[in-house]
T-cell receptor, first 113, second 115 residues
Framework: DAKTTQPPSMDCAEGRAANLPCNHS???????VYWYRQIHSQGPQYIIH???NNETNEMASLIITEDRKSSTLILPHATLRDTAVYYC??????????????FGTGTRLKVLA | EAQVTQNPRYLITVTGKKLTVTCSQN?????MSWYRQDPGLGLRQIYY???????DKGDVPEGYKVSRKEKRNFPLILESPSPNQTSLYFC??????????????FGPGTRLTVL
């Protein structure tokens, strides 16, 4: 199964861009990368997803390397409310046609005032 | 309001006493899933269901059962709980878009302690 590797923690100054890396070197060609975040012990919240191309939405940008072995989530102007644990996830297609989700251990981002 | 609800939110029980954690969603989602979260291990998928009467094992299914008799409900059953099942549990749901993408909506979590 594809697995993801993330740094355990990062700090970022308020107003600056936060760049969160993820390594998924065993990802297969049709497996999507998702990013979610979790504030305290609440349920994780969706941020963004991608397959091959870079993606941007109102929350963040996702940069996927050409070989798809790694990606970076970018929060362009981090605020204190972005302090959370960020999870990089690979959605794996099983032989039966079902999908399961492989979460990384997450990066704890602390935004500093 | 579109949401995933879980009950109970907190539960303290003893080893061997059967329990059920309920999960319900009001978004007509086909895909539902259970995760457990333990310190340092992130979230791990226990079971998932693509639709009614269709369930599959995730990465850590041992000691758990699920059923999907109705589209909106996906209960998690611990027939004989043990202390190593003490954890924070999340239920999630999403639309099933074959070959496409989906966004999982997570419930608020159930904190289970097995003594």
């Amino acid at each position: 199964d594809a697995k993801t590797t993330q740094p355990p923690s990062m700090d970022c100054a308020e107003g600056r861009a936060a760049n969160l890396p993820c390594n998924h070197s065993t990802i297969s060609g049709n497996e999507y990368v998702y990013w979610y975040r979790q504030i305290h012990s609440q349920g994780p919240q969706y941020i963004i997803h991608g397959l091959k191309n870079n993606e941007t939405n109102e929350m963040a940008s996702l940069i996927i390397t050409e070989d798809r072995k790694s990606s970076t989530l970018i929060l362009p102007h981090a605020t204190l409310r972005d302090t959370a644990v960020y999870y990089c996830i690979v959605r794996v297609r099983e032989a039966s046609g079902t999908y399961k989700y492989i979460f990384g251990t997450g990066t704890r981002l602390k935004v500093l005032a | 309001e579109a949401q995933v609800t879980q009950n109970p939110r907190y539960l303290i029980t003893v080893t061997g006493k059967k329990l059920t954690v309920t999960c319900s969603q009001n978004m007509n989602h086909e895909y539902m899933s259970w995760y457990r979260q333990d310190p340092g291990l992130g979230l791990r998928q226990i079971y998932y269901s693509m639709n009614v009467e269709v369930t599959d094992k995730g990465d850590v299914p041992e000691g758990y059962k699920v059923s999907r008799k109705e589209k909106r409900n996906f209960p998690l059953i611990l027939e004989s709980p043990s202390p190593n099942q003490t954890s924070l549990y999340f239920c999630a749901s999403s639309l099933w878009l074959a070959g496409g993408v989906d966004t999982q909506y997570f419930g608020p979590g159930t904190r289970l302690t097995v003594l």
